[in-house]
Every structure is written in C-alpha cells, then in structure tokens.
Antibody
Framework: QVHLVQSGTEVKKPGSSVKVSCKAS????????VSWVRQAPGQRLEWMGR????????KYSQKFQDRVILTADDFASTVYMEVSSLRSEDTAVYYC??????????????WGKGTTVIVSS | SYVLTQPPSVSVAPGQTARITCGGF??????VHWYQQRPGQAPVLVVY???DRPSGIPERFSGSNSGDTATLTISRVEPGDEADYYC????????????FGTGTQVTVL
C-alpha cells in the first residue's frame, strides 16, 4: 500500500515562493496522476491541479495556473508543487493525493498528511 | 462556475442514520465522490462514483445520486463518524476543475 509523505511546515514572507514535496513510500506513483488540494483555515477543500509523474504532463485549475508549477521526479517517486508571489490568502494546508485513474473525473484515493504553509510578514 | 451546496451541519444520535445532501445543477449526470475529514487530519475517501465503497470502508456508508441532489448516508452512526464530509465532482463545462462542496460537519450527540 503506497503512502504519500509530504515535506514539513513552511513559513514564508509575502511575495516569496514555496516548494512542497510529496514522495511515494512503499510503492511508486506508477501511472497515476497526483493531485494537489489546499485548505485554508476553516475553509473547504480546493483542487489546484494534477501531474502525471511518468510524463510530467500537468493540468491546472484556472485560478492557480499563473502562480503554481507542478513538477515531478519519477525516478525518485516525488512530485513537487511550487507557489510563487505568495500572499496571506495562500496560508493553508496543502495536500497531495493520488488519482485512482487517468480520467479527469476520477477520485483521489490516497492522501498525504498535508503541509502547512504560513505566509506572514 | 459549478456550485455544490451542502448543509453546514447535521446532528445525529448514536445508532441512528445521518443523511448528508450535496446539491448541484443536474448533479445526477456526474460522478460524485465523498470524503471524510476528521479534525486535523487529511481527507479519506468513503464513497466514489456515487455509490461505491473503497476497501476498508464500512458498509454503513452508502451513496446515491439523482437529479440535482447526491446523498451520503451513514447508517448506525458511531462516535467515530464525527467529522466533516465533502462531496466532489468534476466540472467539465465551465471552469474545468474539480469542485468540492461546502462541507458538512456531522456531530454525534
């Protein structure tokens, strides 16, 4: 059973960037997409985009496509999410999650524990 | 953009049945997935494709979807079911994003 291990808490200044990692443990991503979902304090879940590690193909939510870059190192079974031009509203817990299928309307069946990103001056 | 509306909260006594609705225009034409999120934890998939259960999820969790409403039903509610629940679909018509519902907090009395 694959587990997703995410990097630790980050505290960043407004205007800076943050890069969060997500590594598959106990297995690989195989041919699954990996999605990123964020949750601001007290708010609902928000899907940011997804990447296919084996090819690097990424699809973004329109809301994030100008400030978010998803990358992958398939040999290391690790995907990365970088957010630039951080603002206070980006303070949230960021989750990576494995898509069950290549279909875009699929579900996310394995989740990382989340990475807290705090943006504060 | 596509909107999914859930009741903010549902309260239920142990052993009773909790029903959580997820309203959206013609949601019956979409595949609906449900996630459970306990405080301070990551979401867990409890129902996918309207009514299927992942392995390890009790049969007490079931789902249905028709018309403008999808429903997650939790039978014989236990204290451990206390959590937030989110529905999720793919919006392939306007924003081309995965959309989550507003979330429902289930309280076990």
């Amino acid at each position: 059973q694959v587990h997703l291990v995410q990097s630790g808490t980050e505290v960043k200044k407004p205007g800076s960037s943050v890069k969060v990692s997500c590594k598959a443990s106990g297995g690989t991503f195989s041919k699954n997409f990996v999605s990123w979902v964020r949750q601001a304090p007290g708010q609902r879940l928000e899907w940011m985009g997804r990447i296919l590690p084996i090819s690097g193909t990424a699809k973004y939510s329109q809301k994030f496509q100008d400030r978010v870059i998803l990358t992958a190192d398939d040999f290391a079974s690790t995907v990365y999410m970088e957010v630039s031009s951080l603002r206070s509203e980006d303070t949230a817990v960021y989750y990576c999650a494995r898509d069950d299928d290549i279909a875009i309307d699929t579900y996310m069946d394995v989740w990382g524990k989340g990475t807290t990103v705090i943006v504060s001056s | 953009s596509y909107v999914l509306t859930q009741p903010p909260s549902v309260s239920v006594a142990p052993g009773q049945t909790a029903r959580i609705t997820c309203g959206g225009f013609n949601i019956g034409s979409k595949s609906v997935h449900w996630y459970q999120q306990r405080p301070g934890q990551a979401p867990v998939l409890v129902v996918y494709d309207d009514s299927d259960r992942p392995s390890g999820i009790p049969e007490r969790f079931s789902g249905s979807n028709s018309g403008d409403t999808a429903t997650l039903t939790i039978s014989r509610v236990e204290p451990g079911d206390e959590a937030d629940y989110y529905c999720q679909v793919w919006d392939g018509f306007s924003d081309h994003v995965r959309v989550f519902g507003t979330g429902t907090q289930v309280t076990v009395l």
